[in-house]
């Protein structure tokens, strides 16, 4: 008796070959200190030569292992969870090349060929987004596709700027002296960075893409789109490096999103808005470490920050899934009882989230902490951090209080972990690398130990910023309008701000789209009448046609003119040799 393998499994099954490859290629690279580099001309010009080249380092070969990784995990995941799916093929298919755009886009260092993984991550997310065909997902594909747009403008500025000093591979960029003092070439990178991170004034269209299904969700979140800014960050950090601006930008910038976005998830209701929300306090974290130079520690964060986001949307899209598909965290309730697996996991990711001790982000926000602490960073810097993070483990305090306890209104989860072993197995490999994989790449990253000195009270303001946090979830969870009405309406007048995301959403899409709409009708109902299309569009299409059918008949003209003349030419030389 044969067992057919689902192409779900199959595929799922060569990322796992391709991740193990991968990771035993990282190790080689490490221990040998060797890297590898292809390179193939495709043309060369006066100027500049075009060649495709990839680069395999120890940065890209982690990193392309774990996005190898959890595509794997995800794809297996999404097997049971898009069953009932007709068009579950072409998800698949989508997914794959989503996994192929962002992988061309981690072992290139050409620009040119980084813009076509940067362009397809752009393409494949609006399709994946809009994949439920209803008004809200195209609304939100339609945000996330423009908010992209502006960052791949800046992608081609970049190598438009590039190709005025002969070259666009990143090797040359960076030892090359000349592009030490520029300033404009760091700035579009910037640009193209925070714009496909979300990064304020960019960050309304990553709450907004939650329309995905949700192995979508826990894939663009962990280690393909949002990071793919970050990615880019890093690869460029030399040249960001040498300019004092671009890492003021970044630093504000960062600081600024990882503070917004932990003050809004705290009020937020929706489930996956809050995981959303986290992901984004997590990328401002990543670009201000990125901004003081630690380039190493921002790729640490980054893939361990990918493993437990990873794992905290496969729960959540379980929970959901078993909770018929409610995700306000108000109707949920009972977790723990009813799918136990599911909620120890999620615990899990949601200590590693926090910084817990022994997780996996305790290895790289507690360095992150201590590094930022040692390199004498500004107080007002060092507050909005230790604030955010307290921030993150009060919303994560509060998410699993209200997943656990008991709501009578509340709907309760189906005992379905038994039954849905293809969504169980990925949860729990996640599980264990949420846990492990920090200390396993401490030793990678890191193979020199750094000696990090602090006094008592900043080696322990980490964990008691982290306890207090704590605490506030627990309070958070607390209000309610029987309890306290001058807190619960102070507590509602906050979470009014906090729906727009600082007025975030205003700004980079209701002025942006319904002013022009508003002028458009105005134009159209009171000045316009109709004699615009008639001089403007129309009337140039009647023009050119007219012009284009003159001009045919007067050549048509022409060639019978010169074939009669040919013709009696030829007849009057016949005849003058009789």
Known sequence: MTCKMSMYLKFSTWLMISSLFTTLLSMYIVIYNHNLIIEWEITTTNTAPINFIILIDMMSSIFLSTVFF???????????????????????ILVLFFVLSMSLLIISPNMISMLLGWDGLGFTSYVLVIYYQNPYSQNAGMITALSNRIGDAAILLAIAYSMNLGYWNLPTLTMNPETSPMIMLPL??????????????????????MAAPTPVSALVHSSTLVTAGVYLSIRFSPIIQETISPKMMLLILGTLTMLMAGANANMEMDFKKIIALSTLSQLGLMMMILSTGQFKLTLFHLITHAMFKSLLFLCAGMMIHNSKNYQDIRAMSKTTMKCPTTSISFSIASLALCGFPFTAGFYSKDMIMEMTFMNFTNLTTLTLLLIATGMTA??????????????????????????????????????????TVGSLLTWFIFPNPEMICLPLPMKTATLFTIILGMLLGLILSNINQKSNMNLYKKFNKYKDLSNTMWFMKIISSTITINKPLHLGNNLNHIYEKGWAELYGPQGTYNILTKTSANMQTYQMNNLKTFLFMFFMWNTIIFISFL
């Open 188 to 209: 579009l990178i910037i640009l193209a960075s925070i714009t496909k991170s979300a990064q304020i004034p960019f960050s309304a269209w990553l709450p907004m893409a």
């Open 70 to 92: 959890i595509s794997a995990m995800v794809i297996m995941y999404s097997e049971m969870y898009m069953e009932h799916d007709k068009t579950k093929n072409r998800f698949l």
């Open 394 to 435: 009060s919303y994560s305090i509060r998410l699993m209080f209200y997943l656990t306890k008991s709501n009578p209104l509340s709907l309760t989860c189906s005992p379905n972990d038994k039954k849905n072993k293809m969504m169980t197995s990925p949860i729990l490999l996640l599980t264990i690398m949420a846990t």
